[in-house]
């Protein structure tokens, strides 16, 4: 066994504050020691977790390379640290959970440490959706905001997600250069058990401003049907009470999804975006007769949404295989994509924004990984348009006046003076009000998607992953440049080839990055066909189009 490796477990055995945690390694240097193949032992001793987008992320297990008490208490101790250098001691910080494993005692010793270190901690009440915590750092103008989850990852994973209440976007998820500054200092952090807590926290339930807050998105008085699934998550009954109070109270929520699970047992991911995860939701809207189909992330910050698609199978890039026809005149249902959710709320929340804002003044944002038509749709209504890199920590940060941001992986910000970040919960209760709005005109909201196409042209997306290691997808991002395409780099690790509009006005669009959290390389395509009063010819012809973008996408990123 390697001694190095056996030295660096027992400090850390030494310095670990858990019993259990203790246990569990020693168990495995002692199996390690006496004959056990020590790769174990050396994954949960490998490279600490960074304290990347928006902090922490990973599997729940001892050791540096995992998230567990220890990890907690240095990561908030840097955190606190880095506070106090910037002049915020005894500013008031808010800490929240999810229900994941390791959650309540991951938020105990943030809120512990922060206490100690002589803030003004306020704990949100048991498990809470994500955008509640960013809700509450904007409301009490706290310093800083800790939330414990990992969203959407898998159930052996947790997390550790801050938002600052300071700087050029209070409430936000915290950026460069705070997140390398933050990290350096828990690089200098003390040992976990030499940080000091203390439980002098106290309670903060802001879901009564929050939920008075969503009564302002709502706009139609028209009743609607929804089926909704929080997926084994925290966003359930908040979801359901915002619902409730903007008028909508005919809501039916997938039984077997209602109540928060660690281990969501009905997925293998329990990701929206992911194929079959919807099916329960499907089933149940197509069985209510449900107008609209809701599914909230596990955390809540995202939202995405199904839509009956007529009669016959599904049609269209969102397709949501089983859960859509019934074969018995029961209408199909798709759910619909984030690009194409982010159409219909761009220009919904520019169409009610009109009157509040001089034209020139609104913002919308989205990255550059996610579809063109919104610029187009900004430039229709007078807006201004913003393009980012990915995450919602450089979407809120587009410029002054934002109305609206979204990215493509079904994150939406339709509030943000209220959350400074996606939210899947106030996304939902706009969605609703923007069907409601379509029913009471006998119009649907794929009728309104048609609309846009017949305005803007028809812009189909769709993604593309490729297994691989975090090197080979950095050089396949470094080396192309194929022919025929114009290139730039919106950043060194994102690469853009464009094919200009021809002389009909077809333009094709190709990103490519390697994934920040899994090894892969990411690539998000798009086609574009002009305007055309024949909408269903127009969109036969992008989907055939898209088909072939990427076949040669395929063959571009091998």
């Given at each position: 066994?390697?001694?190095?490796?056996?030295?660096?477990?027992?400090?850390?055995?030494?310095?670990?504050?858990?019993?259990?945690?203790?246990?569990?390694?020693?168990?495995?240097?002692?199996?390690?020691?006496?004959?056990?193949?020590?790769?174990?032992?050396?994954?949960?001793?490998?490279?600490?977790?960074?304290?990347?987008?928006?902090?922490?992320?990973?599997?729940?297990?001892?050791?540096?390379?995992?998230?567990?008490?220890?990890?907690?208490?240095?990561?908030?101790?840097?955190?606190?640290?880095?506070?106090?250098?910037?002049?915020?001691?005894?500013?008031?910080?808010?800490?929240?959970?999810?229900?994941?494993?390791?959650?309540?005692?991951?938020?105990?010793?943030?809120?512990?440490?922060?206490?100690?270190?002589?803030?003004?901690?306020?704990?949100?009440?048991?498990?809470?959706?994500?955008?509640?915590?960013?809700?509450?750092?904007?409301?009490?103008?706290a310093v800083a905001g800790v939330q414990i989850t990992a969203s959407h990852n898998p159930p052996q994973d947790n997390g550790y997600k801050v938002y600052l209440g300071t700087g050029d976007a209070p409430g936000a998820q915290l950026a460069p250069p705070a997140d390398a500054r933050i990290e350096a200092a828990i690089g200098a952090a003390p040992a976990a058990v030499s940080v000091p807590e203390d439980r002098a926290a106290r309670g903060l339930d802001p879901t009564e401003d929050y939920l008075a807050r969503m009564?302002?998105?709502?706009?139609?008085?028209?009743?609607?049907?929804?089926?909704?699934?929080?997926?084994?998550?925290?966003?359930?009954?908040?979801?359901?009470?915002?619902?409730?109070?903007?008028?909508?109270?005919?809501?039916?929520?997938?039984?077997?999804?209602?109540?928060?699970?660690?281990?969501?047992?009905?997925?293998?991911?329990?990701?929206?975006?992911?194929?079959?995860?919807?099916?329960?939701?499907?089933?149940?809207?197509?069985?209510?007769?449900?107008?609209?189909?809701?599914?909230?992330?596990?955390?809540?910050?995202?939202?995405?949404?199904?839509?009956?698609?007529?009669?016959?199978?599904?049609?269209?890039?969102?397709?949501?295989?089983?859960?859509?026809?019934?074969?018995?005149?029961?209408?199909?249902?798709?759910?619909?994509?984030?690009?194409?959710?982010?159409?219909?709320?761009?220009?919904?929340?520019?169409?009610?924004?009109?009157?509040?804002?001089?034209?020139?003044?609104?913002?919308?944002?989205?990255?550059?990984?996610?579809?063109?038509?919104?610029?187009?749709?900004?430039?229709?209504?007078?807006?201004?348009?913003?393009?980012?890199?990915?995450?919602?920590?450089?979407?809120?940060?587009?410029?002054?006046?934002?109305?609206?941001?979204?990215?493509?992986?079904?994150?939406?910000?339709?509030?943000?003076?209220?959350?400074?970040?996606?939210?899947?919960?106030?996304?939902?209760?706009?969605?609703?009000?923007?069907?409601?709005?379509?029913?009471?005109?006998?119009?649907?909201?794929?009728?309104?998607?048609?609309?846009?196409?017949?305005?803007?042209?028809?812009?189909?997306?769709?993604?593309?992953?490729?297994?691989?290691?975090?090197?080979?997808?950095?050089?396949?991002?470094?080396?192309?440049?194929?022919?025929?395409?114009?290139?730039?780099?919106?950043?060194?690790?994102?690469?853009?080839?464009?094919?200009?509009?021809?002389?009909?006005?077809?333009?094709?669009?190709?990103?490519?990055?390697?994934?920040?959290?899994?090894?892969?390389?990411?690539?998000?395509?798009?086609?574009?066909?002009?305007?055309?009063?024949?909408?269903?010819?127009?969109?036969?012809?992008?989907?055939?189009?898209?088909?072939?973008?990427?076949?040669?996408?395929?063959?571009?990123?091998?």
């Amino acid at each position: 066994m390697d001694p190095g490796l056996r030295d660096r477990t027992l400090r850390w055995i030494a310095d670990d504050p858990e019993p259990a945690d203790r246990a569990a390694l020693q168990q495995l240097l002692v199996a390690a020691m006496t004959g056990a193949d020590p790769a174990d032992l050396a994954g949960v001793m490998g490279e600490p977790l960074r304290f990347g987008t928006a902090g922490l992320r990973g599997p729940v297990r001892p050791g540096p390379a995992g998230m567990n008490v220890a990890v907690v208490r240095r990561a908030t101790a840097g955190l606190a640290a880095w506070l106090v250098s910037e002049g915020h001691r005894g500013g008031p910080v808010v800490v929240g959970r999810d229900a994941r494993h390791g959650s309540e005692a991951f938020a105990r010793a943030a809120a512990g440490v922060l206490a100690a270190a002589g803030f003004a901690v306020h704990v949100l009440p048991g498990a809470q959706p994500t955008p509640l915590l960013a809700f509450a750092v904007q409301r009490l103008r706290a310093v800083a905001g800790v939330q414990i989850t990992a969203s959407h990852n898998p159930p052996q994973d947790n997390g550790y997600k801050v938002y600052l209440g300071t700087g050029d976007a209070p409430g936000a998820q915290l950026a460069p250069p705070a997140d390398a500054r933050i990290e350096a200092a828990i690089g200098a952090a003390p040992a976990a058990v030499s940080v000091p807590e203390d439980r002098a926290a106290r309670g903060l339930d802001p879901t009564e401003d929050y939920l008075a807050r969503m009564e302002t998105l709502r706009h139609n008085g028209f009743p609607l049907r929804i089926a909704l699934t929080p997926l084994h998550g925290v966003g359930g009954a908040t979801a359901v009470h915002a619902l409730a109070r903007t008028g909508f109270t005919d809501v039916h929520v997938v039984a077997e999804q209602a109540r928060p699970d660690p281990d969501f047992p009905t997925v293998a991911f329990p990701n929206p975006e992911e194929p079959g995860v919807t099916d329960l939701l499907l089933a149940l809207a197509a069985e209510r007769g449900a107008d609209l189909a809701i599914a909230l992330d596990p955390d809540a910050d995202r939202c995405a949404i199904g839509v009956p698609a007529g009669g016959g199978p599904a049609e269209g890039p969102g397709d949501s295989g089983p859960g859509g026809a019934t074969g018995d005149g029961v209408p199909a249902w798709r759910m619909l994509t984030g690009d194409e959710t982010g159409a219909l709320l761009g220009d919904h929340l520019l169409r009610h924004s009109a009157s509040g804002q001089g034209s020139g003044d609104r913002l919308v944002a989205t990255t550059v990984v996610s579809s063109s038509l919104l610029g187009r749709i900004a430039a229709a209504h007078g807006a201004r348009f913003a393009e980012t890199l990915t995450g919602f920590k450089w979407i809120v940060r587009a410029g002054p006046g934002l109305v609206y941001g979204y990215e493509e992986a079904l994150g939406h910000c339709v509030d943000p003076d209220a959350v400074r970040d996606k939210d899947g919960i106030a996304t939902a209760v706009v969605l609703a009000d923007l069907a409601a709005g379509l029913k009471a005109e006998g119009r649907t909201l794929l009728d309104r998607l048609d609309e846009l196409f017949a305005a803007h042209g028809v812009h189909r997306t769709a993604g593309l992953s490729l297994r691989m290691p975090p090197a080979q997808a950095r050089a396949v991002v470094e080396r192309l440049g194929p022919p025929g395409w114009e290139v730039d780099r919106p950043a060194p690790d994102v690469l853009r080839l464009r094919r200009p509009a021809d002389r009909d006005g077809r333009a094709a669009r190709l990103v490519v990055r390697p994934s920040g959290t899994e090894p892969k390389l990411k690539a998000y395509l798009e086609v574009v066909e002009p305007p055309d009063a024949n909408v269903a010819a127009a969109k036969a012809r992008a989907d055939e189009r898209l088909a072939d973008l990427r076949t040669e996408a395929e063959e571009l990123l091998r």
